[in-house]
């Protein structure tokens, strides 16, 4: 079973109601058993909501209270993408996931340009990710 950011399979479930469908995505997956998870919905927060950016650090050190995930208007959503973060884990675990496809440039679940949160902690939880888009 493979974890995949819900947006990048047309859940619209961005901060801005929209997705980020991937059509080579869905043609990738067919025939094979996924889990689609949007963190932040996972932990609680609504569609849509203001635009969030992780602050003075990366998901990391969200994880380990050193950094804040922060809303364009000043709210501390921290909180709401930890626990996001932990429901994805708990699902990928009870389900037996083996690999995450996560969607680039996202605070929960980028890679490259800063880690996010839930990517931060599938990493360190030992499962293998690839970013998409």
């Known amino acids: 079973m493979i974890l995949v950011s819900a947006c990048l399979i047309g859940v619209s479930c961005r901060y801005n109601g929209k997705s980020n469908f991937d059509i ?9 058993n996924i889990l689609p998870v949007c963190p932040e919905q996972l932990g609680g927060l609504t569609t849509p909501r ?7 650090g990366n998901g990391l050190d969200v ?9 364009i208007d ?25 690999q995450c496809l996560l969607k680039a440039g996202s605070p929960s679940c980028g890679i490259t340009k800063q ?5 931060a ?13």
């Open 24 to 32: 080579r995505l869905i043609d990738k997956l067919k025939g094979i």
């Open 50 to 56: 203001p635009a969030a950016d992780i602050c003075y």
């Open 63 to 71: 994880l380990t209270g050193q950094a804040k995930v922060l809303t």
């Open 74 to 98: 000043g709210q501390d959503v921290t909180k709401a993408f930890k626990q996001g973060a932990e429901q994805a884990v708990f699902l990928a675990n009870t389900l037996g996931v083996k």
């Open 115 to 119: 880690i996010g949160v839930t990517a």
């Open 121 to 133: 902690k599938l990493l360190l939880e030992g499962f293998e990710i690839e970013e998409i888009g």
